[in-house]
C-alpha cells in the first residue's frame, strides 16, 4: 500500500516523471510502471462528477 501511496504521488508532483519512478521502483520495463498512470475508481467519480453537460 505505502508503495503504491507513493507512485501515485510521486506522478503527481513530479508531471508524470515515469522513467523516474521506473527506477526508484527497480522495474525494467516501463508497462509494469504504468499501472501507476492509471487513476484510481475514486479520482474518476470525482472527475466525472466535474463534467457539465449544461
Same mark, same amino acid.
Not at 20 to 42: E, F, R, V
Given at each position: 500500500? +505505502?508503495?503504491?501511496?507513493?507512485?501515485?504521488?510521486? +506522478?503527481?508532483?513530479?508531471? *508524470? &516523471? +515515469? !522513467?523516474?519512478?521506473?527506477?526508484?521502483?527497480?522495474? &525494467? *520495463?516501463?508497462?509494469?510502471?504504468?499501472?501507476?498512470?492509471?487513476?484510481? +475508481?475514486?479520482?474518476?467519480?470525482?472527475?466525472?462528477?466535474? !463534467?457539465?453537460?449544461?
Amino acid at each position: 500500500m +505505502l508503495r503504491h501511496t507513493f507512485a501515485y504521488a510521486y +506522478l503527481a508532483k513530479t508531471g *508524470n &516523471d +515515469l !522513467v523516474g519512478l521506473a527506477d526508484i521502483l527497480g522495474h &525494467d *520495463n516501463l508497462a509494469t510502471t504504468q499501472i501507476y498512470t492509471q487513476k484510481p +475508481l475514486g479520482a474518476l467519480q470525482e472527475e466525472i462528477e466535474k !463534467v457539465s453537460f449544461f
